[in-house]
């Protein structure tokens, strides 16, 4: 039987590019916070959010207390210390307070803001740099990594790396291991392990 044709005239974008898409058991946690047109960065970490696998999704919305998107959230940044968190903060476009994600959609040099926070959670929550498997992990990339904010802290690096097995950026977790590619595929396998992540 064929299915009946649509009365509906024009298109619908099934993908609504105005933020607004569903983001499953996740829109218990989110919070959206702009007035009219939001950013495209905003934009697009809906639609990561929406493209989560269900596991973490779930997981995320029972652990998160909240995940804010919008321009203007971000409190007045840390004052600058010795600490890797108040050095990445004071940059960030985006920040994790305890249980709690914020976006703003700003500028950024993640390979992906909002899992770069989610990576975030998930270090702190199982503490996993701090584990005997991403010790040994970390002294491998250590020597390779191009960027010093990765080579001085094993959880920004631990969140980074998540987000760009997340993001799909296979190619921009190898060049900042120095085009390694034997060391970007064990930190790939790595979490694909942990986390699950299918692409």
Known sequence: MRTPASTRTGHRDPLPRDGSRDCGVLERVIHRRWTGTPRRELVAAVDELASMPVHL??????????????????PEP???????????AAESAGIHMGRTIIVTGGAHSSGSLVHHMIGHVLCQLDET?????WRRIMRFCRPLLVLDRYRDCPAEWWAESYALCAANRLDRLTRLLADDVQSAAAVAAYHQRRQGWVR
């Open 78 to 88: 840390p004052e600058p210390d010795d600490s890797c968190d108040a050095r990445v």
């Open 57 to 74: 999704a779930t997981r995320l919305a029972e652990d998160l207390d909240g995940i804010w998107l919008g321009a203007d959230l971000l």
């Open 129 to 133: 740099d701090e584990t005997p498997e």
